[in-house]
């Protein structure tokens, strides 16, 4: 079974630049494992950013961007603020037989 | 405004079954896949199976951690979506959300508030 994997922690400055990863034991992500990367406050309700590696619902920020890099999938956060604080979820599609597999989450602290 | 609320989560022994309901509201839920996601305290996201809209053939699919447990099903006369969840676990005590399979292909958009399904003896 694949394994997602993410940085468990990451630390940026306000204003600053981040860049969150998503890789897959099995190989390198592409945009046939259709990415999705959601955000999760301390006690509410995950919410989606980004579908299909680089697109973004009606309602995500401009300076959340998906993209591949590297045989990853990422998720960029341009001019953090501190409200970016959060747990950032990837989901890659697998197929086969386990359709969807998360990453084990990202927790993201603006200091 | 689309919503889902959760309902029929509560604490069950194990080996018991226990079926959840997800009732939506401000879109025509016949044209959208249903998935539920889970998460236990203090972990992280895990998906759980989906079932897609009727035109689609109405099929399911389910994480291994839960194939042949749980059952999903839908009545779109009624705007629900259910989780029938079988020979409960200890470790299928989680939090469930609801999600809309929408916003695009392969997205996920609107999620429930969550209900909770504590599995204990």
């Known amino acids: 079974q694949t394994v997602v994997i993410q940085e468990p922690s990451l630390t940026v400055s306000p204003g600053g630049t981040v860049t969150l990863t998503c890789a897959s034991s099995?190989?390198?992500?592409?945009?046939?494992?259709?990415p999705n990367w959601f955000q999760q406050k301390p006690g509410q309700v995950p919410r989606a950013l980004i579908y299909s590696t680089n697109n973004k619902h009606s309602w995500t920020p401009v300076r959340f961007s998906g993209s591949l890099l590297g045989g990853k999938a990422a998720l960029t956060l341009s001019g953090v603020q501190p409200e970016d604080e959060a747990d950032y979820y990837c989901l890659l599609y697998c197929g086969a037989a386990e359709l969807w597999v998360f990453g084990g989450g990202t927790k993201l602290t603006v200091l | 405004e689309v919503q889902l609320v959760e309902s029929g989560g509560g604490l069950v022994q194990p080996g018991r079954s226990l079926r959840l309901s997800c009732t939506a509201s401000g879109f025509t839920f016949g044209d959208s896949a249903m998935n539920w996601f889970r998460q236990a305290p203090g972990k992280g996201l895990e998906w759980v199976g989906i079932i897609r809209r009727e035109a689609s053939g109405g099929t399911t699919d389910y994480a291994a951690s839960v194939k042949g447990r749980f059952i999903i099903s839908r009545d779109d006369s009624k705007s629900i979506a259910y989780l029938q969840m079988n020979s409960l676990k200890t470790e299928d005590t989680a939090v469930y959300y609801c999600?809309?399979?929408?916003?695009?292909?392969?997205?996920?958009?609107?999620w429930g508030q969550g209900t909770l399904v504590t599995v204990s003896s």
């Open positions: 099995s190989g390198a992500v592409t945009s046939g494992h259709y």
């Open positions: 999600v809309r399979g929408g916003g695009g292909i392969f997205a996920f958009d609107y």
